[in-house]
């Protein structure tokens, strides 16, 4: 029962139509599912080629962001998630995510997420109902940045992309899973709209696996997290440790 809420109100919570995606478009309703059991092979059929013009990590990268005066530490995994974790780092570095809110903050009826990342929110004047909208505008081309849904199953060499675990027939549970603290993008119906938000998993979120990119955790500084309030802004994020491993393509 409870897990059938959780997935209703994530549809709320991260689609809604226009609203809580990392996408500019409409887009119909996330498709969500539970986590399948861990028994079925996984075939090499089903993994696809990566566009090398992405960012990517080749490695562990460790970010500090300041949040209500107080430092959240994220270790993020481009070992198992080397593209999401790769346009996290170049977001970062690039100073994209400074001064941004986390437009949307669900703790009721549980704990639930936070969500950020929205470039739109860093002007004030933009209107608050309408963050979640927004994506990252590459400066080099002047087209917002996708990237491609990446889930690495337990058991497999490489992710697999563009397709969630359940659509791909793959039944083992992704390496990176939803445990609390968990970092993970943001996106709409479509697989490969991920862009710039990201969500942290407040509580174990099981149900999710599978279907969303996890690509970090946060290994200090989860009591801040907990008390971010909606409306809350990153007042700084930066590479601490790993920035060497991230490469560009």
Known sequence: MMQKLWRSLLVFTLVVGTLMVGSC???PNTSLSASPSPSQSISPTAIASVDTNLPSLNGKATVDMVVKGETVTIEVDGTNAPVTAGNFIDLVQQGVYNG??????????????????????????????????????DPATSRPRYIPLEIKPQGADKP??????????????????????AVAMAR???????????????TDLSFLDGNYAVFG?????????DRIQQGDRIESIKIVKGGENLKKG
Not at 100 to 124: A, E, I, N
Not at 160 to 178: M, V
Not at 188 to 202: E, G, N, R, T
């Open 217 to 225: 955790y946060v290994t200090k500084g989860m009591e801040t997290v």
């Open 160 to 181: 697999l992309y563009h397709q969630t675990l359940e659509t791909a027939g793959i039944s083992n549970k992704p390496k990176l899973r939803h445990t609390r603290g």
């Open 25 to 27: 478009a409409a887009q």
């Open 100 to 137: 941004l809110v986390f437009h949307r903050v669900v703790r009721d009826p549980q704990p639930f997420v936070v969500q950020g990342g929205d470039p739109q929110s860093k002007d004030t004047n933009f209107p608050a109902e309408r963050l979640g909208t927004g994506s990252y505008i």
């Open 188 to 202: 709409s119906s479509l697989p490969d709209s991920a862009s710039s938000q990201f969500y942290i998993a407040l």
